[in-house]
């Protein structure tokens, strides 16, 4: 689960008992729970129901998947694939690691293309980790500056980063994407402080991010999905950090719903809004996101229920809205490119704009 004081793993194969295990991020943050994952449909039903989340781990994960799947039937590549697409439509990762698996084993022979599918899975696991560290390290530079420049202006001394969603070491292979730049910080020393949203429906922020930064001794505040706007405007905030499940070729920024609400706000009080993400989250094809990237549609009880622990400890699901009451549930938004500062990457700091893109595509 964890590697090293620095590196912690939701995700780690454990090649002894030729199983795919993972933190089941649904029991999170009450109980910590490893579940075992042996085949294609265990696979893909933790990727549905969110045991595992976030559009990088979502990528790793479905890269496994195909190892799972061919360890079982070594034809059956282009239908693993395909199953494995329509899990989650709108994170790119998903698309892009599927088709790096498809196009590294279609000239492997059939014998050999399981063992060839884990190894291709277990260095995408590496890199992505090896991505949101440096992720980490250009974000550190830029908090450094905002603070350096914060105190110049006679400001105090801590920097008060906003985040939404979860976009840690749970929803990747390691770090993370916005909260790597925040655990660098506080490794390196600078006095940090995280405005925790509760990003509803799922909470994720209220009980992942909360509990991540509880880990690693990060001070942070939770706040309620509303109170973005209200701390802006009282200068209670210093730059806003999110992650991205998919970023177009303009620097459209698709994230979980609420994002562009942050953005808005973030925009009318001068406040830094920034996109830290691997170049795998980057859809080079897609120009336009709010018209071309497919939002996905959850179920309704995760906007009329909601979930906890009671007094005696007991886990209980609850109805907050009447029975029967319509619910449309959209998972993600886009926040378009003006509103974005900067995107952060593992090939450095780059504005949202085609030529930004252009240039970290020509890094790649």
Not at 37 to 61: F, K, S, W, Y
Not at 181 to 199: C, F, M, N, R, S
Not at 286 to 294: F, K, M
Not at 327 to 352: H, Q, W, Y
Request: charged content about 20%; hydrophobic content about 45%; aromatic content about 4%.
């Amino acid at each position: 689960m964890s590697t090293s004081r620095d590196q912690k793993r939701t995700l780690w194969y454990d090649d002894s008992a030729q199983q795919l295990r993972i933190i089941d991020q649904t029991q999170l943050p009450h109980q910590l729970q490893v579940v075992a994952i042996e085949t294609l449909e265990q696979a893909c039903d933790a990727i549905v129901n969110m045991q595992v989340r976030g559009a990088p781990l979502i990528g790793i994960t479905a890269a496994f998947g195909v190892h799972l799947a061919l360890r079982r039937d070594a034809g059956a590549l282009a239908q693993t694939c395909e199953t494995l697409a329509k899990t989650r439509p709108t994170a790119i990762n998903l698309q892009w690691a599927l088709s790096r698996l498809s196009e590294g084993l279609v000239s492997v022979p059939q014998a050999q293309r399981a063992e060839a599918a884990l190894e291709m899975a277990k260095t995408m696991l590496e890199e992505d980790a090896a991505a949101c560290s440096a992720i980490g390290d250009f974000g550190l530079e830029l908090l450094s500056a905002l603070l350096t420049e914060k105190q110049a202006l006679g400001g105090d001394s801590v920097l008060n980063i906003l985040t939404h969603c979860n976009a840690g070491w749970l929803a990747t292979g390691g770090w993370g994407t916005a909260l790597a730049p925040i655990y660098k910080a506080h490794q390196a020393g600078l006095p940090v402080h995280v405005w925790v949203d509760e990003t509803r429906p799922r909470n994720q922020g209220a009980s992942l991010t909360a509990w991540e930064l509880a880990q690693s001794g990060v001070p942070h505040t939770l706040v309620v999905d509303n109170a973005g706007g209200h701390l802006m405007q009282h200068g209670m905030v210093d730059v806003c950090l999110v992650g991205s499940d998919r970023t177009t070729a303009s620097g459209d920024v698709c994230n979980k719903i609420g994002t562009y609400l942050k953005a808005l706000a973030a925009y009318d009080n001068a406040v830094p809004f920034y996109v830290a993400l691997p170049t795998s989250t980057i859809d080079f094809e897609l120009e336009e996101g709010v018209r071309d990237i497919p939002i996905e549609e959850r179920a309704g009880d995760e906007v009329t229920h909601v979930s906890g622990i009671d007094e005696a400890g007991v886990k209980r699901k609850v109805a907050i809205a009447p029975a029967a009451t319509r619910v449309s549930n959209f998972g993600f938004d886009v926040t378009p490119a003006r509103l974005v500062s900067g995107l952060i990457t593992e090939k450095g700091v780059f504005p949202a704009t085609g030529q930004g893109l252009q240039d970290i595509r020509a890094r790649l």
